[in-house]
Nanobody
Framework: QVQLVESGGGLVQPGGSLRLSCAASTSIFNIGTTGWYRQAPGQQRELVASRTSDGSTNYADSVKGRFTISRDNYKNTVYLQMNSLKPEDTAVYYC?????????????WGQGTQVTVSS
């Protein structure tokens, strides 16, 4: 079982920045797809950004130009750099790794980290 641990959340003012980290217990981010999701109170979980093993990225329209997903294979860590934060970015952010390893599908989630954007 692979464990994903997010960190870096917190309280930030509108217009500020945060960088979320997601550390894996083993090398998993170099295969499959890695994603950052978020869930606001009373809302469904939504995809914020994703990155495939070949480096292709995808972003929700609401964060394009403000958020960047990146990966450090040596540290088994993925990041979500969030700039120009808005109150509507407030949510619990989750890291996800999904794909197939040795022919077996996997789908791992972290415990989530709270991001609050407020003055």
């Amino acid at each position: 079982q692979v464990q994903l641990v997010e960190s870096g959340g917190g309280l930030v003012q509108p217009g500020g920045s945060l960088r979320l980290s997601c550390a894996a217990s083993t090398s998993i981010f170099n295969i499959g797809t890695t994603g950052w999701y978020r869930q606001a109170p009373g809302q469904q979980r939504e995809l914020v950004a994703s990155r495939t093993s070949d480096g292709s990225t995808n972003y929700a329209d609401s964060v394009k130009g403000r958020f960047t997903i990146s990966r450090d294979n040596y540290k088994n860590t993925v990041y979500l750099q969030m700039n120009s934060l808005k109150p509507e970015d407030t949510a619990v952010y989750y890291c996800n790794a999904a794909g197939r390893r040795w022919g077996v599908p996997y789908d791992y989630w972290g415990q989530g980290t709270q991001v609050t954007v407020s003055s």
